[in-house]
């Protein structure tokens, strides 16, 4: 069974930086690309950082430079290293896979704000 377990989020002040974790399991984790998304209430879901298997990343503009994805294969984690956090970047935060796994995870919230 597929399952997404995210963490790590919290209230920060801008400029602040958090650490997001998410643990994956019932796929072969270690062949899959891994997606960073985000969702504000009532929008869609926007992805925000990928990571292929072989550990190549690509990033949203917005987030470029300030956001690092990185993936632990022998703990079955993909994480997301967030610097330099603006009030723009408060969303509820989900990985997922690519192709996408059902179900989502309850995701982890992220609030910037002083």
């Known amino acids: 069974q597929v399952q997404f377990v995210e963490s790590g989020g919290g209230l920060v002040q801008p400029g602040g930086s958090l650490r997001l974790s998410c643990v994956a399991s019932?796929?072969?984790?270690?062949?899959?690309?891994m997606t960073w998304y985000r969702q504000l209430p009532g929008q869609p879901r926007e992805w925000v950082a990928i990571i292929s298997a072989g550990g190549t990343a690509t990033y949203k503009d917005s987030v470029k430079g300030r956001f690092t994805i990185s993936r632990d294969n022998t703990k079955n984690t993909v994480y997301l290293q967030m610097n330099s956090l603006s009030p723009e970047d408060t969303a509820n935060y989900y990985c997922?896979?690519?192709?996408?796994?059902?179900?989502w995870g309850q995701g982890t919230q992220v609030t910037v704000s002083s």
């Open positions: 019932g796929f072969s984790f270690s062949t899959y690309v």
């Open positions: 997922n896979g690519a192709p996408v796994l059902s179900p």
